[in-house]
């Protein structure tokens, strides 16, 4: 074999086409007339007889092969300039398509449910406009309380009868109302409260209440189920304590501490330097309330409590600040999935 046959043969197999200018650069050195190439073409006819058919032969066959080569790029890169030019890029980047994810007071929410659907409460839910009965009256609010002004409660315009719940305790009455005791349920949902927008409170959150009501329970029974329900939500070594508190539908009231999980007790400005951070109200259902919903309140009793999910999530993944939950920020979201 000619070594120069087989050097061209080399540089062609090499030679890589991938644009329009690598084309034109290949036909330059392997077609054009000043070709090496070219020139061994030229030199066929200055070879001896005997050796000028094989010689012949083989430069013929790699001019062939490199207009083969030539023909066959060409073709490639202008049907990729077709392709192109009908507005398809196929040489751009895709596009990753990510999935959503819960939002965290969704999280936190099914978190809290789980826990107590898993010592028997049912979950229950119910509308967000309500009426006055079952927001305020039924729960043994005076008519003069202050959560029944325009300042605190949204009321329906064209119906001031009608309004925004202020509080899920309106679907413990409606339990009340349609089942007989035994009554074991939670209920979540989103609460409205006319009240100026900061850092920590908002107009919207969100609410998950319980409510137990059977033979002779005890508010011994209460304070159990709610440390059970603050270990597995904060973790095993997580301390609770009980303050009395009012609310005009429990007898006694309290409202549930739980020790700040920020600054494990020393006191931040989450808690106030206090050391312990609110989580609930709770009490014992008061008897004119459990009367009022067609509950005889000598032969039963029972306990409700109610706890704020924003504050909960707040608390569980140290968030500063109420508004970020509802400015669907996802930068903020994307943290939680
Ligand atoms: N409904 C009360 C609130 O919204 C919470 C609560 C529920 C308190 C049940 C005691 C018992 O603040």
Redesign the pocket.
């Known amino acids: 074999m000619n070594p120069k046959v087989e050097e061209i043969k080399q540089q062609l197999d090499q030679f890589r086409v991938e644009a329009g200018e690598h084309l034109e650069a290949f036909r330059l050195q392997f077609l054009s007339k000043k070709s090496e190439l070219q020139q061994l073409l030229g030199e066929i006819k200055n070879v001896t007889p005997e050796l000028r058919k094989d010689f012949g032969q083989k430069v013929n066959d790699l001019k062939q092969y490199a207009q083969q080569l030539f023909d066959d790029y060409k073709e490639k890169i202008e049907n990729s300039a077709t392709i192109q030019t009908s507005g398809i890029d196929v040489t751009r980047p895709a596009v990753l398509y990510t999935t959503g994810a819960l939002h965290p007071v969704s999280m936190v929410m099914n978190q809290v449910c789980e826990i107590f659907e898993m010592i028997g409460f049912s979950t229950v839910s119910g509308p967000d406009i309500e009426d006055d009965w079952h927001v305020f009256s039924a ?1 043994n609010f005076p008519q003069d309380h202050p959560a029944r002004d325009m300042q605190d409660t949204f009321f329906v315009n064209v119906n001031p009868e009608f309004l925004l719940r ?4 309106s679907l ?1 009455v409606r339990t009340m109302e349609s089942c007989l005791p035994p009554i074991r349920v939670i209920c979540p949902g989103r ?1 409205y409260r006319n009240e100026t927008i900061t850092a920590r409170s908002h107009c919207i959150f969100h ?1 998950v ?3 137990y009501i059977a033979k002779d329970v005890s508010f011994a029974e209460m304070k159990q189920v709610l440390l059970f329900f603050a270990k597995e939500m904060f973790g095993e070594d997580t301390k609770i304590r009980l303050r009395p ?1 009012y ?1 005009p ?2 007898e006694p ?1 309290a409202e549930m501490d739980i020790e700040c999980k920020i600054c494990g007790g020393k006191g931040c400005n989450v808690c106030k330097h206090s050391g312990w951070v609110e989580i ?4 014992m ?1 008061d008897p004119n309330v459990l009367n009022d919903c067609g509950i005889d309140s000598k032969k039963y009793s029972g ?6 999910i924003e504050r909960m999530a707040m608390l569980k993944y140290k968030i500063n600040d109420i508004r970020l939950y509802f400015e669907n920020d996802v930068r903020f979201l994307g943290q939680f999935g």
């Open positions: 729960l202020t509080h899920t305790s413990q609460v609410q209440e319980g409510l508190s609310f539908f429990t009231s609930l109200g709770c009490g259902v306990y409700a409590f109610g706890l704020g």
